[in-house]
């Protein structure tokens, strides 16, 4: 009897093992597959992101709020991109960092693109972000200067490195030689040498040189310069505005690398929502930019910007960043005119399917692509900038 119950008891406690071994075989093989499903989520390891570097034309400001609130809020990673942004100065042009490998995006203005172009880059413009020019040329209200004509004979400043195309099919606009009808010069990227009486007319954008002024104070005032001490020469009501801030990629490589193209659509997918964003949020992109850090002015002169560069995005009827036709084919007609261009750009100058893939995408997102209702702000000037 011992004997036999000892037996059943073991028979017992063998049959539980078993038991408990095939449950813990279970849990292990379900364990398995939620880590295989962990893994196809990527709620424990995530995909790997996809290593980006995107070239500015100019050092951090607002100007490029919308890619630094992608950066700082997650868009670019919800994208699976990981960007680093490499800021600009006077001596990059972005398409050459761009063709040469430096960087996978470049952002700079359609002349400065295509003539780089010209010169046997292989860029493309995939997304047109500014839908138009912010530059400008300012001068002081009692020196004369009203219209393009009035400069003739002036001392006229510009900064060179292919900012001043506007500005020359301006003054030939008005039947001016700009080498011989006004005298040129050189300008650094500030107001001092207007206000100093150096020059009569300064190059200026609209979110920046021409807020730096505002932000002066004034030596006969002894308060800060206001627009009506001002006039501008606004160069798209002269109707030789260009356009500006475009998104530039590698044409080869987006004819022969798949991957590549999807990541150009995840990447300005990314890019224009930061640029929705920072027209519903401003200021929150403006402390954004802040916080990266910039040379030029402190928070109220970047939240000028901020308003500014807005105002130069939205509305975008055809939805943000794809090229609209009428105003590129107005940029190349003048190019070309003033001989920026020796001939028009064939037809990989630039592409739209990217921009409108991205825009596709953001509209399933319920995000408003066109900004129709879009109204600029109002935003206080304060010495210095600051």
Not at 229 to 243: H, K, Q, R, S
Not at 286 to 298: E, K, L
Not at 310 to 316: E, H, Q, T, V
Not at 349 to 369: H, M, S, Y
Request: charged letters at 20%; aromatic letters at 8%; one cysteine or more.
């Amino acid at each position: 009897m011992k004997k036999s119950l000892l037996w059943r008891l073991l028979a017992v406690l063998l049959v539980f093992g078993l038991f408990a071994a095939a449950c813990g075989d279970d849990d292990d093989d379900g364990a398995a597959a939620g880590d295989d499903a962990a893994d196809d989520t990527g709620d424990d390891e995530p995909a790997e992101l996809t290593e980006v570097a995107l070239q500015l034309q100019w050092v951090p400001q607002s100007q490029f709020a919308g890619y630094f609130a992608a950066v700082e809020l997650g868009f670019y990673e919800d994208v699976g991109l990981d960007v680093t942004v490499i800021e600009g100065g006077v001596d990059i042009v972005p398409a050459t960092v761009l063709d040469s490998g430096g960087a996978d995006f470049a952002i700079s203005w359609v002349p400065r693109g295509l003539v780089p172009r010209e010169e046997g880059l292989n860029i493309t413009n995939i997304a047109q972000v500014f839908q138009r020019s912010g530059t400008l040329q300012v001068s002081f209200a009692d020196s004369g200067i009203n219209s393009v004509d009035d400069l003739e004979g002036k001392n006229v400043g510009n900064w060179g490195f292919g900012n001043e195309f506007e500005l020359f099919a301006g003054l030939v606009s008005a039947g001016l030689d700009p080498t011989g009808d006004v005298t040129l010069v050189q300008q650094d990227f500030n107001m001092t040498a207007l206000i100093n009486g150096d020059i009569d007319a300064a190059q200026a954008m609209i979110y920046n040189e021409y807020a730096q002024l505002l932000e002066t104070i004034n030596p006969d005032t002894g308060e800060l310069f206001q627009p009506e001490d001002l006039t501008i020469i606004d160069w798209n009501d002269v109707g030789t505005a260009m356009l500006n801030d475009a998104i530039w990629a590698d044409a080869d490589r987006l004819e022969d690398d798949a991957d590549y193209r999807a990541t150009a659509v995840a990447f300005v997918e990314a890019s224009l929502k930061g640029w929705a964003h920072c027209r519903d949020n401003p200021q929150e992109c403006t402390d954004i930019v802040v916080g990266v850090g910039t040379p030029f002015g402190g928070p109220a002169h970047q939240a000028w910007m901020m308003n500014e560069v807005n105002a130069l995005i939205w509305p975008s009827p055809g939805g943000v960043g794809v090229m609209d036709d009428a105003l590129y084919a107005q940029t190349v007609d003048i190019a070309t005119s003033q001989g920026i261009l020796a001939s028009a750009p064939d037809d990989g100058a630039f592409r739209t399917d990217i921009a409108e893939e991205a825009v596709a995408n953001l509209e399933a997102q319920g995000i408003d692509v066109t900004g129709t209702g879009f109204t600029k702000g109002v935003v206080e000037i304060a010495e210095g900038g600051e």
